[in-house]
């Protein structure tokens, strides 16, 4: 069954970077062919898109995170790659990824990223 698995995430102080990767677990995905997602969540709040890869528009992150996150991805490997950094407090969240639009079959646990202050 499709899901995805992510990982890199931990704790860090204000101003630090940390790598998140995202693997396919799909042997019959085609991971190539799709645009891949990283969103976010914070307790008590929705699942918010931070970034996408892919497609005719290549790479998008948020606007108000450009200047400190970046997205890459390795299609050989099924693996996609959020880099995050100058950190701040309220990056803190569990950080998932998905398609995008999302599928809700592949959501996998997330991995939890904590900055503190």
Same mark, same amino acid.
């Given at each position: 069954?499709?899901?995805? +698995?992510? !990982? #890199?995430?931990?704790?860090?102080?204000?101003?630090? !970077?940390?790598?998140? !990767? $995202?693997?396919?677990?799909?042997?019959?995905?085609?991971?190539?062919?799709? +645009?891949?997602?990283?969103?976010?969540? /914070?307790?008590? &709040? %929705? *699942?918010?898109?931070?970034?996408?890869?892919?497609? *005719?528009?290549?790479?998008?992150?948020?606007? !108000?995170?450009? @200047? *400190?996150? /970046? +997205?890459? *991805?390795? &299609?050989?490997?099924?693996?996609?790659?959020? %880099?995050?950094?100058?950190?701040?407090?309220? @990056?803190?969240?569990?950080?998932? $990824?998905?398609?995008?639009?999302? &599928?809700?079959?592949?959501? #996998? =646990?997330? /991995? =939890?990223?904590?900055?503190?202050?």
């Amino acid at each position: 069954q499709m899901k995805f +698995v992510e !990982s #890199g995430g931990g704790l860090v102080q204000a101003g630090g !970077s940390l790598r998140l !990767s $995202c693997a396919a677990s799909g042997r019959t995905f085609r991971f190539e062919h799709n +645009v891949i997602g990283w969103y976010r969540q /914070t307790p008590g &709040n %929705q *699942r918010e898109l931070v970034a996408t890869i892919g497609g *005719r528009e290549g790479t998008r992150i948020s606007d !108000s995170l450009k @200047d *400190r996150f /970046t +997205v890459s *991805r390795d &299609n050989a490997a099924k693996t996609a790659y959020l %880099q995050m950094n100058s950190l701040k407090p309220e @990056d803190t969240a569990t950080y998932y $990824c998905n398609t995008s639009p999302y &599928n809700r079959l592949f959501w #996998g =646990q997330g /991995t =939890q990223d904590t900055v503190s202050s």
